[in-house]
């Protein structure tokens, strides 16, 4: 029994560790979490931006909502395209790429 009270004795006098080690963990994980999330975000962002920016007259694109088309006319915040003989307008934000691959060619 004596043996088992120590063994609980030294379990519960166990050392919290350094701090410093602590802290340099966590900004390990914060760096981490930069590196492989908050940055490829910002990249696809400014590739996204850049596209809508560059887009003009003629090119196949396709929206949030799945819908492929020509783009008819561009205006200031948003885009008039062409798909199957209709014209929708939408907003330039809805444009998430260009969808050149993905049109089936007649």
């Known amino acids: 029994m004596t043996q088992l009270n120590l063994v609980l004795l030294a379990a519960g006098n166990g050392e919290q560790g350094d701090p410093m080690q602590m802290l340099i963990f966590m900004g390990i994980i914060v760096v981490v979490f930069y590196f492989f999330m908050i940055r490829p975000q910002m990249k696809r962002r400014k590739e996204l931006a850049k ?3 560059e887009m003009k007259q003629g090119d196949k694109i396709m929206t949030i909502g799945g819908i492929q088309g020509k783009v008819n006319a561009i205006k200031e ?30």
């Open 51 to 53: 596209f809508r920016s």
């Open 77 to 106: 915040d948003s885009v008039i395209i062409e798909s199957e003989g209709t014209l929708l307008k939408v907003d330039k934000n809805a444009i998430i790429k260009d969808a050149t691959g993905l049109m089936m060619q007649k």
